[in-house]
């Protein structure tokens, strides 16, 4: 009689050799359903690259690229190829999602040490929207690349804490927030979304009202498919918008996006937004643990690689940075071509050394002739302005302000003596001279080269904006930068721009009958951008087109225009959406690009 135990004994080992088999032909399958990966071209300074040889040493399939050192730019094609050509049934919401996408990542042994991605990023939005739903305006950031500490997956990552900021445009009343896994381009990849916070700051407050958006504790046993209260998924594929659960600081649930799909993004949405009201400063803040790549094909770009052997190897990838051991490889050699070794630059240094130096030395001291005059020129130019504006100042001002206050006496002593229309015809001459006092004030302060710059124009512009509305009992609104930079302005552009703005405010003042009159200053793009607006009545449409279309108009709005249009810049003139009138001036200022001012406050 047989031993039970024998029986045993010989089911378990053949439960074990059938259970090799079987992980063996899972392993195969899920290999067959990943992904290869090609060198599809090799590009050198914009052309593509020869001398690609195969070299069957030790067996192996491998190619060779040569490149000269003196090459600035060079450029690896790389695309992932199928390797199972049977048709993947479409993910559906109701199914957990698949994990068929791939990332493309790639090392030159060398130069790098790590992996590499082609630059990828997921987009977080802050949408505006009305009373109907409508959207009013959005700002959005994006996340790239991989957030430190990533480990795999977003649950178990490190995270790293973000924010964006922005004012609730007009007719603003609620704000929600989105989170997409991409940004214009194939992504593979995974983001992890806590801690996500509203706070909004209104003119009036110094103190923000927090609002925590978070998923409750109690939910922790929800399927990663399962949708949270107050969030709902979008775009092209759903199924890539999850929850899983975070054990730190203790377990709660978090939003993910899965983005296994090259060409499909996912969406994580909020369906009731956050009260709002127009002017209020709104910022999300949230943490986030990421790791961001391409899929399909992509692009490794080096540039100034310096002599020497490399060892270039693009692989296949999990969208969370797992590698999946499919790779290939591409040997690249960067040689220094005779005409650029050392001995020759040197012998060609050499024989051309004693023209150099004879031709170089002529045309430096011609240079400095004309640079020498130049300055004098200058300097003679510089002191001829500031001898015109103290003769202005001294002479010319002086003698207004004596005029206007024996005028001021005069009209005291005939106080009471002279009939009423006398009395007004000397306060109207008192007020020319005042008037004219002020014109010279501005003609000597334009001249006066020491003026010459951005950060002397903006407080001069702004003070006089504030006196002007101070006298004239308006309220007045400045939206200007923290800091103006140093940037060079010519006293002509100076002057007109001082003239237009001040008409500008002269019109709102006498026309438009405003509560308040707004001055809000900035550069965009090299360009100095000056708006005036007010709450006024507005302005007649017929009023503005006469003045955009009559080249010879005289009138004040035909002045500004012109003025701005000599110094080749832009003018217009229209209605407030808020109602009142907004004057919009646009003028080019020269080295104002590379010295940006810093946000402006209200």
Same mark, same amino acid.
């Given at each position: ?25 899972? #392993? ?75 990332? *493309? ?26 009373? &109907? ?18 480990? #795999? ?69 929800? %399927? ?46 909020? *369906? ?12 999300? *803040? ?16 080096? %540039?100034?690689?310096?002599? #020497? ?39 060609? #240094? ?29 300097? &003679? ?79 001069? *512009? ?50 438009? &009958? ?89």
């Amino acid at each position: 009689m047989v031993c039970p135990a024998f029986f045993e004994a010989v089911s378990a080992v053949i439960a074990v050799r059938w259970g090799w088999a079987f992980v063996a032909w899972c #392993g195969l399958t899920q290999a067959a359903a990943v992904a290869d990966v090609r060198i599809t071209r090799v590009v050198v300074d914009g052309r593509d690259a020869e001398g690609v040889v195969a070299d069957t040493e030790r067996g192996e399939q491998r190619t060779r690229v040569r490149l000269s050192s003196g090459a600035r730019q060079l450029q690896i094609h790389i695309a992932e190829a199928a390797q199972a050509d049977a048709p993947r049934e479409e993910d559906s919401p109701s199914r957990p999602p698949s994990s068929g996408g791939h990332r *493309l990542r790639y090392r030159l042994e060398g130069a790098d040490v790590a992996w590499r991605d082609a630059p990828a990023a997921a987009r977080v939005i802050l949408q505006f929207v009305d009373v &109907s739903g409508d959207t009013v305006d959005n700002r959005d950031t994006v996340i790239r690349g991989e957030s430190p500490a990533w480990r #795999g997956e977003p649950e178990s990552s490190g995270f790293v804490s973000h924010r964006i900021t922005a004012v609730a445009p007009p007719l603003a009343t609620h704000v929600t927030a989105n989170f997409v896994s991409h940004h214009g381009n194939e992504v593979i990849g995974m983001v992890g979304i806590d801690d996500v916070v509203f706070e909004v700051s209104s003119p009036d407050s110094d103190l923000p009202v927090r609002y925590p958006i978070a998923i409750a504790p109690s939910e922790l046993d929800l %399927h990663p498919l399962d949708t949270p209260p107050g969030w709902t998924r979008r775009g092209s594929r759903g199924d890539m918008a999850q929850v899983r659960i975070r054990q730190e600081p203790t377990p709660h649930p978090i939003l993910v996006l899965h983005d296994d799909d090259a060409k499909r993004y996912g969406n994580w949405s909020m *369906l009731k937004g956050i009260p709002v009201k127009p002017s209020d400063r709104v910022t999300l *803040l949230w943490t986030c643990s990421h790791s961001l790549g391409i899929g399909g094909e992509c692009v490794a770009d080096y %540039h100034d690689l310096k002599p #020497g052997t490399y060892w270039f190897r693009a692989g296949v990838f999990q969208p969370g940075g797992q590698p999946t051991g499919l790779e290939t490889s591409l040997a690249i050699e960067v040689f220094v071509p005779w005409y650029e070794r050392p001995a020759t630059w040197l012998a060609g #240094g050499l024989l051309g050394v004693g023209a150099a130096v004879a031709i170089a030395r002529s045309v430096s001291l011609r240079r400095i002739k004309r640079r020498l005059e130049e300055v004098e020129r200058a300097h &003679s130019l510089e002191r001829e302005r500031t001898r015109i504006a103290r003769d202005l100042h001294d002479e010319v001002g002086a003698g207004l302000t004596e005029i206007a206050m024996e005028n001021f006496w005069v009209q005291r002593e005939m106080e009471g003596k002279a009939p009423p229309a006398t009395l007004d015809r000397v306060e109207r001459a008192r007020q020319s001279a005042v008037e004219l006092v002020r014109s010279v004030d501005a003609i000597v302060w334009a001249v006066n080269p020491s003026n010459d710059t951005l950060d002397r124009f903006v407080p001069y *512009l702004t003070h006089s904006f504030e006196q002007f509305l101070d006298a004239a009992g308006v309220r007045a609104r400045l939206d200007v930068p923290d800091a103006v930079p140093r940037v060079a302005i010519e006293g002509a552009v100076r002057h007109s721009l001082f003239l237009v703005v001040r008409e500008a405010v002269n019109n709102a003042v006498k026309h438009a &009958s405003p509560t308040f009159v707004a001055l809000a200053i900035r550069i965009n793009q090299g360009r100095l951008l000056i708006d005036v607006e007010d709450d006024g009545r507005g302005i007649d449409p017929q009023t503005v087109s006469a003045a955009r279309h009559d080249q010879s108009s005289r009138s004040g709005l035909g002045n500004m225009r012109r003025r701005i249009e000599e110094l080749d810049g832009s003018f217009e003139i229209g209605d407030r959406r808020a109602g009142g009138t907004r004057v919009a001036i646009a003028v080019p200022l020269p080295g104002a690009a590379s010295a940006p001012m810093t946000e402006g406050r209200l």
